[in-house]
């Protein structure tokens, strides 16, 4: 896969492993865009249609996943919400996709120690996060269906927060 891509891109690493690639529809208001995606146990990487051109790359670490329901334009359509930005999806495949980036999301979480977490995902976040994103993450828990995973990860983010309080 990373010898197809023209990008600068690094994806043979020692801890990563290839889940899943397919063709979907990159949806932007009314209009959509041909892309060729790839799940990794720890990224998700969406190329151009011929798939030597990378579009974006995001650590599922940072992404909100949600099913959203049929337009009358446009079917299958799933939402993908890292820090700052939105990517809403349409693949005849929308169930599979969610499942596999749920189930990786959910392995990513117990394969790190709390000390890995903080130091490595939600510290890293935390500090670079915008308002924005802060917004769009809450967002996006009010909107899983899967309450103990949103519960997990408002507690972290908690746990992480909470250095940052202000003495009393």
């Known amino acids: 896969i990373q010898n197809n891509i023209d990008d600068e891109i690094h994806l043979a690493l020692p801890h990563r492993r290839y889940v899943y690639e397919g063709e979907v ?4 208001g009314r209009n959509t865009k041909e892309r060729y995606c790839y799940l990794f146990n720890d990224l ?6 011929n798939r030597k051109k990378l579009d974006f790359k995001e650590p599922l670490e940072t992404i909100i996943v949600e099913d959203l329901a049929d337009r009358d334009d446009i079917r ?17 495949d ?15 979480r117990e394969s790190k120690s709390e000390k890995e977490r903080e130091e490595v995902g939600l510290h890293n976040e935390v500090e670079e996060s915008s308002r924005e994103s802060l917004i769009n993450k809450i967002v ?3 909107k899983m269906e899967e ?15 909470e250095k940052y ?3 009393v």
């Open 44 to 49: 998700f990487v969406c190329c151009k249609s």
């Open 76 to 92: 299958y359509l799933f939402r993908l919400t890292p820090s700052a930005n939105e990517y809403i999806i349409s693949s005849p």
């Open 25 to 28: 529809l990159l949806v932007h």
């Open 165 to 167: 309080k202000s003495p």
């Open 140 to 142: 996006g828990w009010s």
């Open 94 to 108: 929308k169930h599979n996709w969610l499942a596999l980036l749920q189930t990786c999301k959910k392995e990513l």
């Open 147 to 161: 309450s103990d995973i949103v519960l997990l990860e408002v507690k972290e983010l908690a746990t992480v927060l």
